[in-house]
């Protein structure tokens, strides 16, 4: 479907992908950060918007001479990996959980890091410059280091999937771990203490902002990129013992030659060319989509996924959603929702059917066929997902 032109009164428009009327909170979200006046052109908010911190998930910010770190998150860099197999369903037979608990044993999941450090990790060309971060994360080298190649928790998750070709994917959802967040975090609260000291008048505290040109703006685009960096390198160690775990098991631990690779952010910033004018573009839960690009698009962890292919849409900065978006609360899922529930909503995947993963639950998600169809003019589908292996961080 073609966006919406909200009706917000702001300076900067606001276009809409979603298939909803935004609630009385969104809509002062979106308001608040439409009228900061170094918002270039307009807002744009993807099928699967719904509330963050400062700024709505599913929008894309694009701004000049300056950026908010609530806006991009304190989960920097975060995205998906996925990859296309030479393998087939029925290799799977009888293997789902031999392969589920080897990938358990294999990815450290929660708040569980890597007793060792692989050799890849630490031959990262990241860690040359740790020693240039924020100072108050010097002590986090040797933690950002056995963390690498762990999946973290909330709605990060690893799965087998099979496309409708029946080929198996491999597919898996994290970020920048420990270290993302307390740089984030950092460079929030610097943010906050100079607007405070300016009197800055902002509609939200978290909407406070660096200016480019400042030792404080060069600060934070430093620590972002290499997150982003960090975030993408995590994604990659993953699913290299990802890749081991599902080769041992389907082809006798021979070598798999990937058909087809991707590896995208949805929770980041970076400089781009938009509207004739060099901006920087945040996307806050959403995926870049230029023509050229290929992109994830995860449902919930017992509906589809899509990978995706962009069309470059102008009016959404070359976006699309990063999701199915959250319809209710992690609090309000494990309250609405039962155990039977959840383990009805997962019949035929492999993967936790207990409390500790209830407020996962596809029905706490958005329909994802919904927000497929309310971006048709932003993605074309490639290939569609079922997973059969499920793990949550």
Known sequence: MPYKLLDLSTPAPVLSWAGHELGQDEARM???????????????????????????????????????????????????????????????????????????????VGFNENKEIDKAVSNWQGWRQFKELHPRVKDLESKAMRQMGSLGGGNHFIEV????????????????????????QRHIETAKELAKIAGAKLPDPDLAHFVQGTPEFES?????????????????????????????????????????????????????????????????????????????????????????????????????????????????????????????QTQGVECRKDRGVLDEIPGAYKPIEQVMANQADLVEVVATLKQVVCIKG
């Open 161 to 184: 999937c099979l496309d409708e070709e029946e080929n198996v994917w491999l597919m898996l959802h994290s970020g920048s771990r420990h270290i993302g967040n307390a740089l984030a």
């Open 220 to 344: 934070y685009w430093r620590d972002l990129q290499w997150a982003q960096g960090y975030a993408f390198f995590n994604r990659v160690v993953m699913m290299n013992r990802f890749k081991r775990v599902v080769e041992k098991h389907l082809a006798g631990g021979k070598p798999m030659k990937p058909l087809l690779e991707v590896n995208c952010h949805h929770n980041y910033a970076e400089r781009e060319r938009h509207f004739g004018e060099d901006v920087y573009v945040t996307r806050k839960g959403a995926v870049r989509a230029r023509e050229t690009d290929y992109g994830i698009i995860p449902g919930s962890m017992g509906t589809r996924s899509f990978i995706v292919k962009g069309k470059g849409n102008v009016d959404s900065y070359c976006s699309c959603s990063h999701g199915a978006g959250r319809l209710m609360s992690r609090n309000k899922a494990k309250e609405h929702f039962s155990l039977d529930d959840l383990i009805q």
């Open 30 to 108: 979106a308001r608040n950060v439409a009228s900061l006046p170094f918002v270039f052109k307009h807002v744009s908010l993807m099928p699967d918007v719904h509330l963050g911190k400062g700024a709505l998930v599913g929008s894309v910010i694009a701004t000049r001479d300056a950026i908010i770190p609530a806006a991009v998150g304190v989960d920097i860099g975060c995205g998906m990996c996925a990859v296309k197999t030479p393998y087939t369903a029925t290799q799977l037979e009888g293997k789902l959980k031999p392969i589920r608990l080897d990938l358990e044993a294999a990815i450290p």
